[in-house]
């Protein structure tokens, strides 16, 4: 089995990281930073202050025998709103933009099909920034696997859970 690796980011990544983990096929998922403009080491602090020009993402390791790459964005692009600049709910700031990083031309491919076919379940223009991958940098410890380790956290119970609910509604097939 060769493991493949996608990253993405929608939002918080405390998010995106409990949608994933959910998904057969999956190995695993780390939070971190990518797509910044400052030299170093992000830390969470840095990130949040959106002065770094890093956003929250992903990584997501998979095995393609069981999910692919299309299937990863489907489910990426359905689960948050890829139509708001910089936003998701109540996360404000460049840090939570929507994003997709590739590291091949077949990669990009594969994403601009998959933009052009969600786009038409969205009343707003799809406004995703799709990038060459740069350098990731994995969060803090404390943030990996955040809503496993959290679930009675406030924003845990009132933001992951339902998109968690709708995940299982719409992709009841593809849960572990």
């Known amino acids: ?11 918080c990544f405390w998010c995106t990281e409990a949608v994933f983990n959910q998904i057969k096929g999956v190995e ?5 930073y990518a797509g910044g403009n400052v030299p170093g080491y992000p830390t969470y602090r840095e990130v949040c202050s959106g002065l770094t020009g890093h956003a929250e993402v992903v990584q997501i390791s998979y095995d393609p025998e069981v999910i692919s790459y299309q299937e990863i964005l489907i ?6 709103d890829p139509t708001t600049l910089n936003r998701q709910g109540a996360d404000v700031g460049t840090q939570y933009r929507s994003v997709i990083y590739y590291t091949s ?6 994403i601009e099909e998959v933009v052009k076919q ?3 379940y969205y009343d707003n223009q799809i406004v995703t920034e799709v990038s ?3 350098t990731f940098y ?3 410890e404390y943030h990996q696997n955040y809503y496993a380790n959290n679930k009675e956290q406030g924003y845990c119970n009132f933001v992951i859970t339902p998109k968690i609910s709708k995940l299982r509604k719409l992709y009841a097939d593809k849960l572990k």
Do not use: D, N, Y
Request: proline share 8%; hydrophobic share 35%; glycine share 14%.
């Open 28 to 32: 695993k998922v780390v939070s971190g």
């Open 105 to 110: 031309g077949e990669e990009k491919s594969v």
């Open 138 to 140: 994995p969060a803090e």
């Open 75 to 80: 489910i990426f692009m359905t689960t948050h």
């Open 1 to 11: 089995m060769k493991t493949k690796i996608a990253t993405v980011g929608g939002g």
């Open 118 to 120: 969600v786009q038409p």
């Open 132 to 134: 060459e991958l740069p």
